[in-house]
């Protein structure tokens, strides 16, 4: 089941296919829940055992984070390194967005998790402003967009 959704995933144009919006992504999702079915049916199974294994359990642990970076990254990133070709560009795109995910993990969400001590008492204020105030140098440091990337032709879709 794997192996079909990396196949159609990969036989398909990604996320720029029309059909991933008529029932693409339902299909996708089913596929899924029908592999982590499976696996919790058998769950001494080779696959399950690689599902269970230390990498994709700390992809879970950083999926939050990824969400939140992978789509502004790729919008930022991906258009100023065509040079390195479609592979190279998204080989890159994925370093950063989990090195990325990696680093709000540990300096964002643990502390706040786990209460650490820039989370707690008058630090806590103190390190949320600081945060606030990186993001808004960070944002306003971003370039604009290259135009036209991350759109998706509405025309298509019908």
Known sequence: MAVVLAVAWGMTDGEKAPLLFKGG???HSVGAALLIVV????PGTHAARCAG???PRRLGEWSYSLYLWHWPVYLVLLPRLSWLGEWGALAVAVGVSLAAAAATKRYVEDPVRFR??????????AAVAALALAGLALWLLIPVPAAGAGTVDVDQLR
């Open 25 to 27: 992504l339902f299909l």
């Open 39 to 42: 696996i919790a049916q058998v």
């Open 53 to 55: 294994s230390r990498q």
């Open 116 to 125: 650490s001590g820039w989370a707690r008492g008058r630090r806590g204020p």
